[in-house]
């Protein structure tokens, strides 16, 4: 495989040439099969189709090409459909035998040694000039290859073999279509970790490539994201991939499926023509699918609404020519779970999907191991936004409605934009226009005034995962402004008009593959740095908890789906879930500071970042400190858990307890509860109880993320900065006290001179030994946050190490200088006492070792 500029030049030569080839009027497709291998223009010329379904191939079809595409559907719980890789094939006759083979060309760097690509094996029956094959019996197989791919996550070659073994299965229909194909409909069961029962429907068309579709030549993802095919060998030892994409040249018409309910049609059209903005004119349509028809079709490109209330995903799904590209038809999945017309409907929505997370059932074909395009997931962001809005008193229900139609729009429009050939952008969020800490009160103007500003900026792209309330804006200004988003117009027109941009030109990108390596990409964040979207997202966690925790009970109680309701004694409460959700955005943080990620943002102004110029990592770190001085320091960012919050949270609950809000209401499948006063007050004495729980497991949280996140800390001026902040954590945890103390006797030193000799005699001396806030365990993690390994440099931390070192002895030495602790017997000790003296002992030895 090329590597480097010799694959570039390849890329470009390859490209000029099919754009060169498809300009020629009445030329065929530079893709097109050669005259020996090309097929008759007509299926029906080709094959035919006999009793129960038998499949009949005319003698002249042999060995001639095919375009085979195949789509799978799962056939329990809500169907979903899956489009698999489209094949270039030949039916040949070996030894009394139809072989169904792909094509070579694409696949081998040679022809001077034969290569066969069996796919299946027919039983087959001779009738004139026709073969009969039993392409049940054949098909036995499923070759599970995704037809979309990206060169930076997709595997090679070899695995577009990989497959599953049919264990039963028959054919439910086959016929010749208007559309020139030749359509198969397969029932089978697959017998993996789990049965899969599934149909598998083929297209067979004969192989003739759309000679003015010009082809897109994909070489990187540095700037713009697109889907691509599968690799095309050439014989030269290189490969060309081609960017998947429709036909510039024609319209691109999508059909909203008829099921879609009426309130919510105009929202999923406006996220369909969002993309004309792009391409600057009218080339893709919205029209009504005809009634009954659902995707996938061949005929069609659908959006297709799924009434699933518990599914809080999307994703598209589309089919491609292998040999260019060209996508031949598309389809969206979307769920019912993003519509709510009313505040009833909204709050039922949100406790079914919280009902059916927990219940884990959403049946999907990933567990078959084919991935879709876009399984975008909504239900984290879906619930916290959601409940935020509905929270407000203020809220009615045709605000509701408008926020869902919002919503609905944004997602639409993401979601056709991979059908476009778009990938993801996860950088779309550093182009926001406002901090993160404004964002409540910009919630509250975009409910009173019914919609955002126009100079609000949430994403340079719909191609990223916004959180609830940037969708919502997103979609509101879909509706209303009258250009794409500055990333969407550039990358649509260069994938289908060839423009090209400047590096400065192209606003910031990242997508799946690059999520590991930057700190500042990543989904559903929100903010133009990695700092504000840590500290601004921790405090919007900490602050839901108390409504959080009430929301357990509501679907504890109204669990539905054939699920037995609990008592509220019976609903399980998990510290440890609550203590994640609020520093579950800090590992990316602190790999960023021990410059393990490196930051986009710098990435696009030096090409390479490497170990031969650290002056690059020390300008990201130098913009890192004044980002995080700017947000407060670093102990405002990745901010201590505090005491406190237990009686905030305790005092928050019991007013929204006692408020009446939560007295009755609706939960998962519409379901009304209610509360008895008898239920109030165990739900308080549970939660109540909760609080410290959640606390101090958030507490023992934070310092393990800072254990393991905050090594090798590089010789700069923001380590020395993060020394004095966990020496300060450090300091705090170890030390504070509860103000309580523990009388204990102890053995007093008393040296007694009689004469020139001295004695010593036993007495007893009252000593005073504090109780500590926090518990062993997370003292001693958080004397560990000063340890010498954490830095590059050797005396990184070294005064504030030495600090907590005299501090921690201090602490067990003060109370204990005139105790003579070689008499001290520990068994005869009350247990506390005794457990205050080998802890502190404990921690003073460990601290000696730092």
Same mark, same amino acid.
């Given at each position: 495989?090329?590597?480097?500029?010799?694959?570039?030049?390849?890329?470009?030569?390859?490209?000029?040439?099919?754009?060169?080839?498809?300009?020629?009027?009445?030329?065929?497709?530079?893709?097109?099969?050669?005259?020996?291998?090309?097929?008759?223009?007509?299926?029906?010329?080709?094959?035919?189709?006999?009793?129960?379904?038998?499949?009949?191939?005319?003698?002249?079809?042999?060995?001639?090409?095919?375009?085979?595409?195949?789509?799978?559907?799962?056939?329990?719980?809500?169907?979903?459909?899956?489009?698999?890789?489209?094949?270039?094939?030949?039916?040949?006759?070996?030894?009394?035998?139809?072989?169904?083979?792909?094509?070579?060309?694409?696949?081998?760097?040679?022809?001077?040694?034969?290569?066969?690509?069996?796919?299946?094996?027919?039983?087959?029956?001779?009738?004139?000039?026709?073969?009969?094959?039993?392409?049940?019996?054949?098909?036995?197989?499923?070759?599970?290859?995704?037809?979309?791919?990206?060169?930076?996550?997709?595997?090679?070659?070899?695995?577009?073999?990989?497959?599953?073994?049919?264990?039963?299965?028959?054919?439910?229909?086959?016929?010749?279509?208007?559309? #020139?194909?030749?359509?198969?409909? *397969?029932?089978?069961?697959?017998?993996? !970790?789990?049965?899969?029962?599934?149909?598998?429907?083929?297209?067979?068309?004969?192989?003739?490539?759309?000679?003015?579709?010009?082809?897109?030549?994909?070489?990187?993802?540095?700037?713009?994201?697109?889907?691509?095919?599968?690799? @095309?060998?050439?014989?030269?030892?290189?490969?060309?991939?081609?960017?998947?994409?429709?036909?510039?040249?024609?319209?691109?018409?999508?059909?909203?499926?008829?099921?879609?309910?009426?309130?919510?049609?105009?929202?999923?059209?406006?996220?369909?023509?969002?993309?004309?903005?792009?391409?600057?004119?009218?080339?893709?349509?919205?029209?009504?699918?005809?009634?009954?028809?659902?995707?996938?079709?061949?005929?069609?490109?659908?959006?297709?609404?799924?009434?699933?209330?518990?599914?809080?995903?999307?994703?598209?799904?589309? *089919?491609?020519?292998?040999?260019?590209?060209?996508?031949?038809?598309?389809?969206?999945?979307?769920?019912?779970?993003?519509?709510?017309?009313?505040?009833?409907?909204?709050?039922?929505?949100?406790?079914?999907?919280?009902?059916?997370?927990?219940?884990?059932?959403?049946?999907?074909?990933?567990?078959?191991?084919?991935?879709?395009?876009?399984?975008?997931?909504?239900?984290?962001?879906?619930?916290?936004?959601?409940?935020?809005?509905?929270?407000?008193?203020?809220?009615?229900?045709?605000?509701?409605?408008?926020?869902?139609?919002?919503?609905?729009?944004?997602?639409?429009?993401?979601?056709?934009?991979?059908?476009?050939?778009?990938?993801?952008?996860?950088?779309? /969020?550093?182009?926001?226009?406002?901090?993160?800490?404004?964002?409540?009160?910009?919630?509250?103007?975009?409910?009173?005034?019914?919609?955002?500003?126009?100079?609000?900026?949430?994403?340079?792209?719909?191609?990223?995962?916004?959180?609830?309330?940037?969708?919502?804006?997103?979609?509101?200004?879909?509706?209303?402004?009258?250009?794409?988003?500055?990333?969407?117009?550039?990358?649509?027109? #260069?994938?289908?008009?060839?423009?090209?941009?400047?590096?400065?030109?192209?606003?910031?990108?990242?997508?799946? /593959?690059?999520?590991?390596?930057?700190?500042?990409?990543?989904?559903?964040?929100?903010?133009? /740095?990695? !700092?504000?979207?840590?500290?601004?997202?921790?405090?919007?966690?900490?602050?839901?908890?108390?409504?959080?925790?009430?929301?357990?009970?509501?679907?504890?109680?109204?669990?539905?789906?054939?699920?037995?309701? %609990?008592?509220?004694?019976?609903?399980?409460?998990?510290?440890?879930?609550?203590?994640?959700?609020?520093?579950?955005?800090?590992?990316?943080?602190?790999?960023?500071?021990? %410059?393990?990620?490196?930051?986009?943002?710098?990435?696009?102004?030096?090409?390479?970042?490497?170990?031969?110029?650290?002056?690059?990592?020390?300008?990201?770190?130098?913009?890192?400190? *004044?980002?995080?001085?700017?947000?407060?320091?670093?102990?405002?960012?990745?901010?201590?858990?505090?005491?406190?919050?237990?009686?905030?949270?305790?005092?928050?609950?019991?007013?929204?307890?006692?408020?009446?809000? @939560?007295?009755?209401?609706?939960?998962?499948?519409? /379901?009304?509860?209610?509360?008895?006063?008898?239920?109030?007050?165990?739900?308080? *004495?549970?939660?109540?109880?909760?609080?410290?729980?959640?606390?101090?497991?958030?507490?023992?949280?934070?310092?393990?993320?800072?254990?393991?996140?905050?090594?090798?800390?590089?010789?700069?001026?923001?380590?020395?900065?993060?020394?004095?902040?966990?020496?300060?954590?450090?300091?705090?945890?170890?030390?504070?006290?509860?103000?309580?103390?523990?009388?204990?006797?102890?053995?007093?030193?008393?040296?007694?001179?009689?004469?020139?000799?001295?004695?010593?005699?036993?007495?007893?001396?009252?000593?005073?030994?504090?109780?500590?806030?926090?518990? @062993?365990?997370?003292?001693?993690?958080?004397?560990?946050?000063?340890?010498?390994?954490?830095?590059?440099?050797?005396?990184?931390?070294?005064?504030?190490?030495?600090?907590?070192?005299?501090?921690?002895?201090?602490?067990?030495?003060?109370?204990?200088?005139?105790?003579?602790?070689?008499?001290?017997?520990?068994?005869?000790?009350?247990?506390?006492?005794?457990?205050?003296?080998?802890?502190?002992?404990?921690?003073?030895?460990?601290?000696?070792?730092?």
């Amino acid at each position: 495989m090329l590597r480097g500029f010799d694959r570039f030049l390849l890329v470009i030569f390859a490209t000029l040439f099919f754009v060169s080839c498809a300009e020629d009027k009445g030329s065929k497709s530079p893709a097109a099969p050669k005259k020996e291998v090309a097929p008759a223009a007509q299926v029906a010329a080709s094959f035919s189709v006999g009793a129960n379904s038998a499949i009949q191939i005319h003698k002249d079809a042999l060995d001639k090409e095919f375009l085979l595409r195949s789509q799978l559907i799962t056939q329990t719980g809500a169907p979903q459909f899956g489009g698999l890789k489209s094949r270039v094939v030949a039916f040949s006759l070996k030894n009394g035998r139809i072989y169904l083979l792909e094509a070579s060309a694409g696949h081998v760097v040679t022809e001077d040694l034969p290569s066969n690509l069996v796919l299946a094996s027919f039983p087959t029956q001779v009738d004139g000039d026709y073969y009969v094959i039993d392409f049940n019996r054949g098909m036995a197989k499923l070759f599970t290859a995704d037809d979309w791919r990206g060169q930076d996550f997709s595997s090679g070659a070899s695995n577009e073999f990989n497959g599953h073994n049919v264990s039963v299965s028959f054919i439910e229909s086959a016929s010749l279509t208007s559309r #020139n194909e030749l359509f198969i409909r *397969q029932i089978a069961q697959f017998n993996m !970790s789990r049965t899969l029962m599934a149909e598998i429907r083929y297209y067979l068309s004969p192989y003739n490539p759309d000679p003015t579709f010009q082809t897109k030549a994909s070489y990187g993802f540095d700037r713009f994201g697109f889907f691509e095919v599968a690799p @095309y060998s050439t014989l030269d030892g290189g490969e060309v991939i081609h960017a998947s994409k429709f036909h510039e040249g024609k319209p691109i018409v999508f059909a909203v499926s008829s099921n879609t309910p009426p309130a919510f049609r105009q929202a999923v059209i406006d996220g369909i023509l969002y993309w004309n903005k792009a391409f600057g004119r009218n080339i893709i349509q919205a029209i009504d699918a005809p009634a009954g028809l659902s995707a996938p079709h061949p005929d069609y490109n659908i959006v297709q609404w799924v009434n699933w209330d518990r599914a809080g995903f999307a994703y598209a799904d589309a *089919q491609m020519d292998p040999r260019t590209g060209q996508i031949l038809n598309a389809q969206v999945y979307f769920t019912s779970a993003f519509a709510f017309v009313s505040k009833r409907r909204a709050r039922a929505l949100l406790r079914s999907i919280k009902a059916e997370s927990a219940r884990g059932a959403i049946i999907e074909m990933r567990g078959f191991g084919h991935s879709k395009l876009c399984d975008r997931e909504q239900e984290a962001t879906l619930l916290s936004g959601l409940e935020h809005i509905l929270s407000s008193s203020e809220v009615t229900d045709e605000t509701v409605l408008k926020i869902s139609q919002n919503y609905i729009r944004e997602v639409v429009a993401h979601e056709v934009g991979h059908t476009l050939g778009l990938r993801h952008n996860f950088a779309g /969020s550093l182009a926001t226009n406002y901090r993160a800490e404004d964002r409540p009160q910009m919630m509250q103007e975009f409910l009173a005034n019914g919609g955002a500003d126009s100079d609000w900026v949430t994403s340079s792209s719909v191609m990223e995962y916004q959180l609830f309330f940037e969708s919502i804006v997103s979609g509101d200004l879909i509706a209303k402004q009258e250009h794409a988003l500055s990333y969407d117009e550039k990358v649509i027109r #260069n994938l289908y008009l060839g423009e090209e941009y400047a590096n400065e030109q192209i606003p910031s990108y990242c997508t799946d /593959s690059h999520v590991e390596s930057f700190a500042d990409c990543n989904r559903f964040d929100y903010g133009n /740095s990695v !700092s504000e979207s840590v500290k601004q997202s921790g405090l919007d966690v900490v602050e839901g908890i108390p409504s959080n925790v009430i929301e357990e009970f509501i679907t504890g109680k109204t669990v539905g789906f054939g699920l037995p309701a %609990q008592t509220v004694h019976e609903v399980h409460l998990s510290p440890q879930k609550f203590a994640v959700g609020m520093l579950a955005e800090r590992a990316n943080f602190y790999s960023l500071i021990s %410059q393990k990620l490196q930051v986009l943002e710098v990435r696009r102004r030096y090409e390479d970042i490497g170990e031969i110029n650290d002056e690059v990592k020390n300008i990201s770190h130098n913009e890192l400190m *004044q980002d995080i001085e700017s947000l407060g320091g670093f102990n405002a960012v990745a901010f201590l858990p505090e005491s406190e919050l237990v009686a905030t949270w305790s005092q928050t609950f019991e007013e929204l307890i006692d408020s009446g809000v @939560y007295d009755r209401g609706v939960g998962p499948g519409e /379901s009304d509860f209610a509360f008895t006063e008898a239920e109030k007050t165990i739900i308080k *004495q549970r939660s109540l109880a909760l609080f410290p729980k959640i606390y101090e497991s958030a507490l023992s949280l934070h310092l393990e993320q800072m254990d393991e996140g905050l090594k090798d800390l590089p010789e700069h001026p923001l380590s020395d900065k993060v020394a004095e902040v966990l020496f300060a954590q450090a300091k705090e945890i170890l030390l504070a006290e509860t103000g309580e103390f523990i009388e204990v006797e102890l053995p007093k030193k008393v040296e007694v001179v009689e004469g020139e000799e001295a004695e010593e005699s036993v007495e007893t001396i009252t000593v005073e030994l504090p109780l500590f806030k926090h518990t @062993y365990e997370n003292r001693k993690k958080a004397l560990q946050l000063l340890k010498s390994s954490r830095g590059k440099s050797l005396i990184w931390g070294i005064a504030e190490r030495e600090e907590i070192k005299k501090l921690v002895k201090s602490t067990r030495s003060d109370r204990l200088e005139s105790v003579k602790m070689d008499d001290v017997n520990l068994g005869e000790l009350a247990p506390e006492a005794a457990l205050w003296l080998l802890e502190t002992s404990k921690l003073a030895a460990a601290a000696k070792s730092l």
